[in-house]
């Protein structure tokens, strides 16, 4: 890919497509991390002399304005992060945008509105791109969680300018790319939440190219009935048995062990300090549902990690919102920081809730990479080609 560290900055206005879709509450930034990930990967652009006209998208106002989705409180935001002003202009495009655009100095950062607000930009309408491409002269994609979007952001604008990968881009591919494609061995890959039927893509991909997979939550309760084991009231898919059975074939054909709770921890009420109780396999009751991993599996776990080289996470193990159903996925997520920080392994996370456990956890820094991404992050392992990323592969005349 070409980078924008290839090009000389000085005499350049680069139109940057980030992820500043962060949450909000109450009009204020409720998490930062995505603002400071992207100011961190600007500010030596800036510093170099460019001048930085900010795209992004915020929430999902379906192609109209929306005030509580105005990107306003984050261009504040981001210039905290950056350390000093940023402008903000209330139009997506135009030549309201434009002339906003042309007023800015080496060093100087402009967000435009939500471009959301727009009904053009989920059509990858060529128009918008045309009127975005008139606010830059070359454009930067630095939001790897939108790859997976094919918008006028992401796509449509690469017809008009000549595009590179802007820093926090680099580092996601370099990341997930050293993960997946050439891990260091054993590579074991975790993967939690709900549904099964969510991550077939995903686990068919992840067999084919780990030596271990763990997987935890709702889905091992899916896994576990296709077994015969009884589950009771858990959250589980009768309509997914034939495709589990299909992946634990495809993993023995592939040398891949498929690594299933050993002991659970169920409940009668889906509540936090719900009474927990630690059982075998077999004695769920009819009435109890599974929420948790049981402390034989976690040590299980922690056997596995011990013998590994890289491990790859997407997915919480249980109810981790809830309390004490958040025990094994804490358990594990601080296994996996302790062996991180002894040198022992490469961990890399991501995902919305995995990211919101390793903070609940307090070992996101531990980890040797944590993606700001949930749906593209999703998409790369499972091996599918991202639209935002393969318009950056096409030669570039920068
Ligand atoms: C994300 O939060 O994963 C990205 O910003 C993409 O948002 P979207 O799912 O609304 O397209």
């Not at 002894?342 to 990211?355: K, L, M, N, P």
Request: proline share 6%; hydrophobic share 45%; net charge negative.
């Amino acid at each position: 890919l070409k980078s924008v560290h290839d090009v000389e900055l000085s005499c350049r206005r680069l139109l940057i497509r980030a992820d500043l879709n962060v949450p909000m509450k109450n009009g204020v930034v409720a998490d930062a991390t995505r603002i400071e990930r992207f100011a961190a990967g600007l500010k030596p652009l800036l510093a170099n002399g460019a001048r930085a006209v900010v795209l992004s998208h915020l929430g999902r106002p379906d192609g109209m304005p929306r005030p509580e989705l105005s990107l306003e409180p984050v261009a504040a935001a981001l210039g905290r992060a950056l350390g000093k002003d940023v402008a903000f202009c209330e139009v997506v495009s135009g030549p309201v945008a434009e002339k906003a655009a042309a007023a800015l100095g080496p060093g100087d950062v402009l967000v435009c509105e939500n471009l959301r607000f727009d009904p053009r930009e989920e059509a990858n309408d060529a128009s918008l791109a045309e009127e975005l491409a008139a606010l830059g002269d070359l454009y930067v994609n630095d939001a790897f969680s939108c790859a997976h979007r094919a918008h006028a952001s992401t796509v449509a604008i690469t017809e008009h300018l000549p595009a590179v990968a802007g820093p926090l881009m680099l580092a996601e591919i370099s990341a997930l790319t050293q993960a997946l494609d050439a891990p260091l061995r054993p590579a074991v890959a975790l993967v939690g939440g709900a549904k099964v039927s969510s991550k077939i893509d995903l686990l068919i991909n992840l067999v084919g190219k780990v030596d271990a997979v763990v997987v935890g939550g709702g889905m091992a309760n899916t896994f576990l009935a296709a077994n015969g084991l009884p589950v009771g009231k858990s959250l589980h898919e009768p309509a997914q048995f034939e495709t589990v059975r299909k992946i634990l074939a495809r993993a023995q054909d592939c040398g891949c062990e498929i690594v299933l709770p050993v002991d659970i921890v169920w409940t009668d009420r889906f509540e936090s300090g719900a009474e927990a109780h630690v059982a075998e396999l077999d004695h769920c009751p009819e009435y109890g549902m599974i929420l948790d991993a049981g402390p034989r599996s976690i040590e299980r776990i922690w056997d596995i990690f011990a013998g590994a080289k890289t491990i790859l996470w997407n997915g919480p193990l249980g109810a981790f919102e809830i309390e004490p159903f958040d025990h094994a996925t804490e358990a594990v997520a601080v296994e996996a920081a302790r062996l991180t920080r002894a040198g022992q392994v490469r961990s890399i996370a991501g995902g919305g809730d995995t990211v919101a456990a390793l903070n609940a956890a307090g070992v996101t820094d531990d980890f040797t990479y944590v993606s700001t991404a949930g749906g593209a992050f999703l998409e790369w392992i499972e091996g599918k080609e991202l639209p935002g990323v393969s318009v950056l592969k096409a030669p570039q005349l920068v």
